[in-house]
């Protein structure tokens, strides 16, 4: 191999986030090589109807072992509650561990902003993390690994359905095309039964698979209209290129055939 392969960290507030943002696009890197870390910040403890928060959390964590079996990912999880995650001195030292444990080159997240709090702030607390993680007089807690030496490249996923919390549409900076990946993103995430199940019973229709299914061929059309290419599965990024933050496009260095640039971003 011509290049040195790298570690990408996935990070998401629930347990099957990674899969509907970016599994595509991890599989696609996974396939060149490059190690592959999943995590996210809960365990999704209130994705039930029926069960407890501790049942469900139990169940949640094995489906997410399980998915990320099928990526050939390690999958990490930050011990937060859902629909509390907040930004505070001790949640941005618990996620900055948890950069400093894996020491990522490239890091992939929810949209800073996005329908649900728990997105949002995650966002946040991987953002701060990102840049956190490599100042050594930054404390975490005992026994955690020490600092980094560099702030990796962060990308922001689309949210959910591609729009703001005011319905309007989120630009993305660029597509990936997943088309040959999209069979193995949904079997990624069919693993996570319990919400699968969920949503089945209360929309009567495989709609876990479906939505996603449905918002990946939207984003490939635009992609096909850009490229001129038929292409029938995207995800979409935008990159965090503020000050600190490495404001070239890393994933082109190892994705360049299969990602579009959207002109109008
Ligand atoms: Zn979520």
Same mark, same amino acid.
């Given at each position: 191999m011509h290049w040195t392969t790298k570690r990408v960290l996935a990070l998401g507030a629930h347990p099957d986030d990674v899969e509907i943002m970016c599994s595509g696009t991890l599989f696609a890197l996974g396939q060149l090589g490059h190690e592959l870390h999943v995590a996210s910040?809960?365990?999704?403890?209130?994705?039930?109807?029926?069960? %407890?928060a501790e049942e469900i959390r139990c169940i949640r964590h094995r489906e997410a072992i399980e998915a990320c079996k099928t990526l050939g990912a390690t999958y990490h999880h930050a011990g937060f509650d859902d629909?509390?995650?907040?930004?505070d001195s001790n949640s941005n030292r618990r996620v900055t561990a948890l950069l400093r444990e894996v020491d990522p080159w490239m890091v992939i997240t929810h949209?800073?902003?996005?329908?649900m709090s728990d997105h949002e702030t995650t966002s946040l607390l991987v953002r701060n993390a990102c840049f956190y993680a %490599?100042?050594?007089?930054y404390e975490t807690k005992a026994g955690a690994a020490g600092s980094t030496l560099n702030v990796p490249y962060l990308y922001y996923a689309q949210p959910m359905e591609g729009m703001d919390i005011f319905g309007k549409k989120v630009t993305p900076q660029f597509y990936v095309d997943i088309s040959i990946w999209m069979q193995q993103k949904l079997e990624m995430l069919a693993c996570h039964e319990s919400q699968r199940n969920w949503l089945r019973a209360h929309h009567g229709m495989d709609e876990y698979i479906e939505s996603t299914r449905r918002f990946n061929i939207l984003l490939g059309e635009r992609a096909s209209t850009i490229s001129g290419r038929s292409i029938s599965y995207s995800e979409a990024f935008r990159q965090h290129?503020?000050?600190?933050?490495?404001?070239?496009?890393?994933l082109t260095r190892f994705l360049k055939e299969v990602i579009i640039t959207e002109p109008d971003y």
């Open positions: 910040l809960t365990l999704g403890d209130c994705g039930s109807l029926e069960l %407890s629909l509390q995650i907040f930004n949209s800073p902003n996005d329908y %490599s100042i050594p007089n290129r503020g000050h600190a933050y490495p404001d070239d496009n890393g």
